[in-house]
């Protein structure tokens, strides 16, 4: 069966540190997409990367920055330089590829980055 | 280009009643998929529309049933309510094995 577990439920953070969120993911499949998305207090999921299970090359955009490993199962995600808008709910979530499949999420990690 | 929307923002209603929540896809999405979300949890798949039917189902009772109309909008109709079923009702559209965007989301609430 599949799962992702984000085992961090909430961590606070003083503005301008760095900031690694943690995600572990269990699947038979051996073709997948692994997912980041921030959910604000509005509610709205918002997409922030998307990570295909044959590329494991490490991802930076910005301040943000995924680390994917396969052989350890994680696709940790690190705020580097942090401020009071990356406070939110972030949830790492993974799908299976070339199906029209859900998607699973893990139960989210919420930031709070203090001032 | 609109995105997702969903309507209503938030609904209120009391055990036993029954709910229809709304959702447009973005422009050019066929497939319609809602996810329930309750508080401090992640979504949880309900079910996925395509070509108005549905597709597949996750591990939801049958009071939980949908539809997808032909302009690929979709509803998703909640009988019988009971209090477990607040929580925040997210859809998302996509294209055939593409992304999912998800829209704003819809906040009911069962007294």
């Known amino acids: 069966a599949q799962k992702v577990t984000q085992a961090q439920t909430e961590i606070s953070v003083v503005e301008k540190e760095d900031v690694t969120l943690d995600c572990v993911y269990e699947?038979?499949?051996?073709?997948?997409?692994l997912f980041w998305y921030k959910q604000p207090p509005s509610g709205e999921l918002v997409f922030l990367i998307r990570?295909?299970?044959?590329?494991?090359q490490n991802e930076i955009s910005g301040r943000y920055s995924w680390n994917f490993q396969k052989s350890t199962s994680s696709f940790n995600f690190t705020i580097t330089a942090s401020q009071v808008v990356d406070s939110a709910v972030y949830f790492c979530?993974?799908?299976?590829?070339?199906?029209?499949?859900?998607?699973?999420f893990g139960k989210g990690t919420r930031l709070h980055i203090l001032p | 280009d609109a995105g997702v929307t969903q309507s209503p923002t938030h609904l209120i209603k009391t055990r036993g009643q029954q709910v229809t929540l709304r959702c447009s896809p973005k422009?050019?999405?066929?497939?319609v998929s809602w996810y329930q979300q309750a508080l401090g949890q992640g979504p949880q798949f309900i079910f996925q529309?395509?070509?108005?039917?549905?597709?597949q189902r996750g591990n939801f009772p049958d009071r939980f049933s949908g539809h997808q109309f032909p302009n690929y909008s979709s509803e998703l109709n909640v009988n019988a309510l009971l209090l477990g079923d607040s929580a925040l009702y997210l859809c998302?559209?996509?294209?055939?094995?593409?992304?999912?965007?998800f829209g704003p989301g819809t906040r009911l609430t069962v007294l």
């Open positions: 990570r295909n299970s044959f590329d494991e």
């Open positions: 422009s050019g999405h066929d497939t």
């Open positions: 529309y395509y070509e108005e039917e549905e597709r």
């Open positions: 699947t038979r499949d051996t073709t997948y997409y």
């Open positions: 998302a559209s996509s294209t055939t094995r593409r992304e999912q965007f």
């Open positions: 979530a993974l799908i299976y590829m070339n199906r029209d499949d859900k998607i699973i």
